[in-house]
């Protein structure tokens, strides 16, 4: 447990291309903290990050990091080294849940819900079908996500996912709607049903402004949402994850059960953000979410004195 006196750092920027969105992750994070009574020091993450935790002599961190380095289990690795508890998910889990390959292969024991056919390539090649959605293993914020539905288009979403990671994970295109399921400390919160006016929930969709509706508790079927967080919550505790976390699931048209697509460490944490929106449909504010979720800042302990 973080004892209220203590200071704490929010880590954000980082080196990823998720950069911008994590400094408003980290602006809306700190300024809830401060809003809280703690005494708070914004750290903006580069290479300079060990120097930086020793001169602000923080005694545990918030992590508002997205991306490479930041949510794939790097900094919390250093993290743990150097003794400082952080929120969220642990090494392990964060750096298999950020690899979109190893979280199938994770959850797909544990889940009830289907996985898409899929497909993991390495070089230009020949479509395993059509329609299909064309990403790079790691990454977020839909950076580098296609939809392919020719053979031309399939070649240049490849080429523009392998230009980012050296694995891409092709998958079956499922028409259908977007749901996500928030995961606090184990817990499912409502389903946040994800409605862009695009047809795509792309980088785009998610940050601009009235470009996405959004309803919360979704308008889905009742078994459809239940699944879904069920699977969420199977997700979680098979990677072994901490904190908040969020997943994503795609319900089918034909009505079939919902397709896990992903499991976020790290999801978007301002005021509007998705998983915020659903803890505050169960009352949890936000400033009350940040810092119960900084409440449950871990480490472990060494194994010599």
């Keep these: 447990m973080v004892d209220?006196?203590?200071?704490?750092?929010?880590?954000?920027?980082?080196?990823?291309?998720?950069?911008?969105?994590?400094?408003?992750?980290?602006?809306?994070?700190?300024?809830?903290?401060?809003?809280?009574?703690w005494d708070v020091v914004d750290i903006e993450v580069g290479r300079d990050l060990p120097a930086k935790l020793v001169d602000t002599?923080?005694?545990?961190?918030?992590?508002?990091?997205?991306?490479?380095?930041?949510?794939?289990?790097c900094v919390q690795g250093l993290l743990e080294v150097m003794g400082i508890p952080y929120t969220g998910c642990g090494v392990r889990a964060?750096?298999?849940?950020?690899?979109?390959?190893?979280?199938?292969?994770?959850?797909a024991p544990f889940s009830e819900v289907r996985l898409a056919r899929d497909s993991v390539v390495t070089a230009?090649?020949?479509?395993?079908?059509?329609?299909?959605?064309?990403?790079?293993?790691?990454?977020?914020?839909?950076?580098?996500?296609?939809?392919?539905?020719?053979?031309a288009e399939y070649r240049t979403a490849l080429e523009t996912a392998l230009a980012l990671d050296a694995y891409v994970l092709v998958e079956e295109y499922v028409q259908g709607e977007e749901i996500t399921v928030a995961v606090l400390e184990g817990e499912a919160l409502p389903v946040v049903r994800i409605v862009p006016k695009s047809g795509f929930f792309d980088f785009?969709?998610?940050?601009?402004?009235?470009?996405?509706?959004?309803?919360v508790p979704g308008n889905i079927a009742p078994a459809a949402a239940e699944s879904a967080q069920r699977a969420a919550v199977a997700a979680y505790k098979a990677?072994?994850?901490?904190?908040?976390?969020?997943?994503?699931?795609?319900?089918?048209?034909?009505?079939s059960a919902p397709v896990f697509l992903e499991i976020n460490t790290i999801p978007g944490m301002t005021a509007t953000s998705l998983s915020p929106m659903a803890a505050g449909a169960t009352g949890?504010?936000?400033e009350e979410l940040v810092e119960r979720i900084l409440l449950h800042a871990h480490c472990m302990s060494p194994e010599v004195g």
């Excluded at 980082?14 to 602006?27: A, H, P, V, W, Y």
């Excluded at 964060?94 to 959850?107: G, H, L, N, P």
């Design 4 to 37: 209220k006196g203590s200071r704490v750092g929010v880590l954000m920027g980082g080196l990823s291309t998720e950069r911008d969105i994590s400094m408003k992750s980290g602006k809306a994070v700190s300024k809830a903290l401060k809003a809280r009574g």
């Design 57 to 73: 002599g923080v005694k545990a961190v918030w992590v508002a990091l997205h991306g490479r380095f930041g949510e794939d289990g």
């Design 94 to 107: 964060s750096a298999v849940a950020m690899d979109k390959i190893a979280t199938k292969r994770a959850v």
């Design 124 to 151: 230009v090649g020949e479509a395993p079908f059509l329609p299909a959605v064309v990403k790079p293993a790691v990454g977020g914020s839909t950076i580098g996500i296609s939809i392919a539905r020719t053979a």
């Design 204 to 215: 785009e969709a998610k940050y601009t402004q009235g470009m996405t509706d959004y309803e």
């Design 239 to 255: 990677l072994g994850c901490g904190g908040l976390c969020r997943a994503d699931f795609i319900v089918p048209s034909d009505g």
């Design 284 to 286: 949890i504010g936000f």
